[in-house]
């Protein structure tokens, strides 16, 4: 009887326990009114589009400089950008679908074509004709589709460490897990902030600058209403639009472009910079050491310096 009773105990003990390890690692997606709290400020507006509401930010005046964030992010990390070009530009970032407080889009569509698509009506809506246009990673190949088919709408192209051209490097673990069944049902419910550290320490060379708030951002917007089910659609979305036709894209930009890489990207490679230098034809490729693949945010000032540069010398 007492060893029956003892082994009742031990069964409890480890029920509790495993009760409350489900409970440090399942998060609730978090209602948008509620991140506005934090996230939104006084610049922050949101904008109808596609059955969406978008959420922008439109700071200073100027000529207008267009900034659009990667997979994952938010327009906070333009944050250092932003506060510096205001003073001489008006800025203009925004949310993209599936990601930040914008979060899904209905129809669940997240090609390249989709994407450019709503940029262009996001920008009709805000009586934008003509602007510098700046994308990273994800943001960076939506601009240079954007840039090769409304070449009369970009002044100049700021591509920072973009994606677009094929790599031999396998993908993140995160998009392979965005992939694989099972996982990725468990990915709707378990998110840890583990799981979005390790993401940022893939994405920034320097571990060091990643603190908690930083973690903390990038967790809130993960856990946004449907932006885990956007993720996993988008993950799922094949952008390969064959080596060929993306070449034949590139070569035919004639738009004025710098581009802008970190030395030490684990996502996409220096290689990659490289090449879209070498078929852009009006383009120039600075590289930051001890970078990774968000240069604008890990490395606001070096790139800062870069694109201003490049913005006053022509």
């Known amino acids: 009887m007492k060893n029956r009773l003892k082994q009742k105990y031990i069964y409890y003990g480890i029920l509790v326990v495993l009760v409350f390890?489900?409970?440090?690692?399942?998060?609730?997606?978090?209602?948008?009114?509620?991140?506005?709290?934090?996230?939104?400020?006084?610049?922050?507006?949101?904008?109808?589009?596609?059955?969406?509401?978008?959420?922008?930010?439109?700071?200073?005046?100027?000529?207008?400089?267009?900034?659009v964030h990667g997979t994952a992010a938010s327009l906070h990390t333009w944050d250092k950008w932003a506060q510096s070009?205001?003073?001489?530009?008006?800025?203009?970032?925004?949310?993209?679908?599936?990601?930040?407080?914008?979060?899904?889009?209905?129809?669940?569509?997240?090609?390249?074509?989709?994407?450019?698509?709503?940029?262009?009506?996001?920008?009709?809506?805000l009586n934008i004709q003509k602007f510098h246009l700046a994308g990273n990673s994800l943001g960076g190949n939506i601009a240079w589709n954007y840039a090769a088919e409304y070449p009369e709408k970009v002044d100049k192209l700021i591509l920072v460490d973009a994606?677009?051209?094929?790599?031999?490097?396998?993908?993140?673990?995160?998009?392979?897990?965005?992939?694989?069944?099972v996982l990725n049902t468990l990915f709707l419910g378990l998110t840890p902030k583990t799981i979005i550290r390790k993401n940022l320490e893939q994405v920034y060379e320097d571990d060091t600058k990643i603190d908690d708030n930083l973690v903390t951002r990038y967790h809130d917007m993960a856990l946004r209403e449907g932006n885990r089910q956007a993720f996993i659609d988008r993950a799922k979305t094949d952008f390969k639009l064959g080596d060929f036709k993306q070449?034949?894209?590139?070569?035919?930009?004639?738009?004025?472009?710098?581009?802008?890489?970190g030395e030490n990207d684990l996502w996409i490679p220096l290689d990659n910079g490289k090449r879209m230098n070498s078929l852009i034809k009006n383009s120039k490729l600075n590289i930051i050491k001890n970078s990774g693949h968000v240069p604008m945010e890990e490395n606001p000032e070096e790139s800062l310096k870069l694109l201003k540069d490049f913005l006053n010398e022509y």
Do not use: C
């Open 21 to 67: 390890f489900i409970q440090s690692i399942y998060y609730s997606d978090i209602p948008l009114e509620k991140l506005k709290e934090t996230y939104a400020n006084e610049f922050s507006q949101f904008i109808e589009i596609d059955g969406m509401q978008v959420h922008f930010r439109d700071e200073g005046k100027g000529f207008p400089i267009v900034l």
């Open 85 to 125: 070009l205001r003073n001489n530009y008006r800025v203009i970032r925004l949310d993209l679908p599936a990601f930040g407080l914008t979060g899904p889009n209905s129809s669940g569509d997240y090609s390249i074509d989709t994407y450019t698509k709503f940029l262009d009506d996001f920008l009709i809506k």
């Open 163 to 181: 994606s677009g051209l094929p790599t031999n490097k396998p993908q993140p673990w995160i998009f392979k897990m965005a992939k694989t069944p």
């Open 247 to 261: 070449t034949d894209i590139l070569k035919g930009i004639k738009t004025e472009t710098l581009i802008i890489w």
